[in-house]
């Protein structure tokens, strides 16, 4: 389908639209939007005034709210069941996703733990292969939980000897998880069940004898999915116990603190990881469990670097940190010694040190060059040694292990290169393929490339396009431009169905790597971060430039998508520039900018954003806020929200305000429609027909909106 601009700006849509949709031309009615609760809100802000007409839309619960989300759920299925694409939309991706998927093994106590999917389960079921040769079998399966497939396995821990599972369990998408024990020899449950923990993996003590965990206090009952998420605190349990018997370990001087603990691989430290909201940064402590009794030696006590524990031998410990090195480091350092001294090991590159493995005696070392992965093995003193053969530019993960292990296991994947399953041999560093998906496609079809695109202030951003070999650059190409641009987090090559059944039908992913994440290290993140947060906008209203200008599409052929603080991004942007776009896909969004520190772990994000009720902060944040930039009027392209009514990350209400202000805002007849999902969350955990649903939903909007190829 090619529509032209113009019949793009007059696309509409009423509760009973005909069958095709209606475009102008076509006998169009301007939409008759559901009304939204409203109230008379008014709230000062160092002496500006600023309405919140739709406050009510922040409790979900509500008569009233039910009542608006029913309506939206139904004005939007009526548009987008009506899409003659969808149906084919749906098929091919139903077969594009039935493929077998694993994660990485982990190996504990000779045995090899990993999740595998058969392609259309739900959920991934639990694997143990008990022995060398022996055949995987089942240990947990999370399809057996729930009959929709809305309990997710959210993480697990397992004890040194392999003899214990600890799992966790997340219900509706909430990031609230149960965690619980597994006998690993037999499959069967201890009776072990420990609540309210969230942002938080176990840590089993060297003996097996329980773990070490964060967990919070329970909220108020009703308030489960949105009460601010305070005053984590750490205990040991200890196994065959109940859980108001286990030990405080740390609770902490200030209840914004969050808490990561792990036990070092010869049992001897507890470690613990102190930061402040989402910055990263962090405090190190250590805990010495070879003395009874023995306090928290505070290594680091500021926030002002980033330290993750790698390894330790006897009183040495390795370390990974951006102090002094904003592209990072490794560092060894004497917790016998009165100070720390900080020895390089492997100093600061030009590439970015992502992560570092201690496994088989050598580090495994994970750099970033250009949003792109490499691995290599290094010495136990640094000195560097073979590179691993990786297939394409790419994403690695995985390299768990002990020191005593003469192997590992990582997994690769890229936007054409489904995520495959590697055994790394540590001396030779030859990597075979141990699993492998097959899916209905031909990746020899497809091509990767790099530009570099020039931002409003000349800084050089990365992104990538993936199209079909025989594209043609004229202008005509559907076009999906993507981002993500803040809290450290770079955005790499990874593979995706949805955007492999988009390129398909002849579009074009654009992927660009925006400032605020981590690609060029922490200066990068600072560039877009607090009052530099319109770098990130810039960047991407830049990045959709260049697609026009080099012929990769049109304005009218161009959308965005994006989620979380993506989700911000399209909504930011979308205000600013909306004459680059033919539509947006905004999902589960932190839109209100002005609230989102009142909502669940929303303090968390005042690190990177700045807060409302800090004065000079208000200035930058109220000039972006999706919410509080609606242009009046202006005829806004079509725009398609996603969101849950169980995130309980990014409240629904973001969502829910940000589409009821711009339906009311709306000046030409471009459909702004809202899906709401039940029963799901911020993404994590997701039951497969959920995913499949909402990406074929997504797609037959851009096919609607957007037009097929023109060729």
């Known amino acids: 389908m090619n529509q032209t601009h113009s019949r793009l700006l007059g696309l509409c849509l009423s509760l009973a639209f005909p069958a095709s949709g209606a475009f102008a031309g076509e006998a169009a009615t301007r939409t008759a939007y559901p009304k939204a609760p409203r109230a008379d809100q008014v709230d000062d802000y160092h002496g500006t005034r600023v309405a919140d007409p739709f406050r009510p839309l922040e409790n979900p619960d509500a008569p009233a709210t039910r009542a608006w989300i029913d309506a939206e759920n139904v004005l939007t299925r009526r548009f987008l069941d009506a899409i003659p694409e969808r149906p084919s939309i749906a098929q091919r991706l139903t077969k594009l996703w039935n493929y077998e998927r694993f994660t990485t093994p982990v190996r504990e106590g000779g045995r090899l733990f990993y999740t595998r999917s058969d392609g259309l389960q739900n959920q991934a079921v639990l694997y143990v292969v008990d022995t060398d040769g022996s055949a995987p079998r089942v240990l947990l399966d999370p399809n057996t939980l729930s009959k929709d497939g809305t309990v997710a396995l959210s993480g ?11 799992y966790g369990l997340a219900s509706g998408g909430s990031d609230w998880q149960d965690w619980r024990v597994l006998d690993v020899a037999t499959s069967k449950a201890t009776g072990d069940v420990l609540k309210w923990i969230k942002f938080s993996t176990p840590a089993f003590a060297k003996d097996g004898s329980g773990f070490y965990y964060a967990r919070y206090d329970a909220p108020a009952s009703g308030r489960e999915l949105d009460a601010v998420v305070k005053n984590q605190k750490i205990f040991f349990h200890r ?44 405090r190190l402590w250590v805990k010495d469990l070879s003395r009874e009794g023995a306090p928290f030696l505070k290594l680091f006590d500021d926030f002002t670097a980033r330290w993750t524990w790698v390894d330790s031998d006897g009183t040495t410990a390795y370390l990974r940190t951006d102090r002094d090195a904003p592209r990072g480091r490794l560092v060894s350092v004497d917790l016998a010694a009165r100070a720390p001294v900080l020895v390089d090991v492997i100093p600061q590159g030009d590439a970015v040190l992502q992560s570092v493995h201690a496994v088989g005696g050598r580090f495994v070392v994970v750099t970033m060059r250009d949003a792109a992965e490499r691995v290599r093995i290094h010495g136990r003193d640094g000195k560097p040694g073979p590179e691993v053969a990786l297939p394409a530019l790419g994403t690695a993960s995985g390299f768990s292990g002990r020191r005593a292990d003469p192997d590992t296991y990582f997994s690769f994947a890229s936007f054409t290169y489904p995520q495959t399953v590697y055994r790394l041999d540590l001396a030779s560093a030859a990597a075979t393929v141990f699993q492998k998906p097959r899916v209905d496609f031909d990746p020899a079809a497809f091509e990767t490339k790099q530009v570099f695109v020039s931002s409003t202030d000349g800084t050089k951003v990365p992104m990538f396009l993936v199209a079909k070999k025989d594209a043609r650059w004229d202008g005509t190409n559907p076009t999906l431009l993507t981002a993500y641009g803040g809290f450290n987090v770079p955005v790499l090559p990874s593979f995706s169905v949805k955007y492999l059944a988009f390129i398909e039908r002849g579009g074009v992913l654009a992927q660009a790597c925006l400032r605020g994440g981590s690609e060029y290290g922490e200066e990068w993140h ?3 971060m607090l009052e530099k947060k319109q770098n990130v906008f ?25 989620g979380s603080n993506g989700g911000l991004l399209v909504g930011a942007v979308l205000n600013q520039h909306p004459e680059l776009f033919g539509a947006a896909l905004p999902a589960v969004g932190v839109m209100d900018m002005l609230r989102f520190q009142k909502f669940t772990i929303g303090w968390a994000w005042t690190n990177e954003y700045g807060s409302a009720e800090n004065a000079e902060q208000f200035k930058f944040i109220y000039a972006y806020s999706p919410l509080h930039n609606i242009r009046r009027g202006f005829a806004y392209p079509p725009v398609l929200v996603t969101t849950a009514d169980h995130d309980d990350r990014v409240v629904p209400a973001h969502s829910f305000k940000y589409a009821a202000a711009l339906q009311e805002a709306q000046g030409g007849e471009a459909p702004v429609l809202i899906r709401i999902e039940t029963r799901a969350g911020h993404g994590a955990g997701k039951p497969v027909s959920k995913l499949i649903d909402e990406a074929a939903d997504q797609l037959a909007f851009l096919a609607k909106t957007l037009g097929g190829p023109a060729r």
Do not use: C, M, Y
């Not at 697990?156 to 600890?166: E, F, N, V």
């Not at 914004?256 to 990881?273: A, N, Y």
């Not at 960047?539 to 009218?556: G, P």
């Open 156 to 166: 697990i821990a397992i004890s040194r000897d392999g003899k214990t599972l600890a």
């Open 239 to 282: 196994l065959g116990t109940r859980q108001a018997s286990d030990a405080l370990v740390h609770a902490p001087e200030d209840p914004s603190f969050l808490h990561q603990v792990r036990v070092s691989e010869d049992g001897r430290w507890l470690v613990l990881s102190i930061s402040r909201g989402s910055s990263g940064k962090n």
């Open 526 to 528: 600072k560039g877009g």
């Open 538 to 562: 810039d960047d991407f209203a830049a990045a959709a430039r260049w697609l026009v200008e080099n012929k990769v599409t049109s304005a009218k052929r161009l959308a965005i998508a994006g």
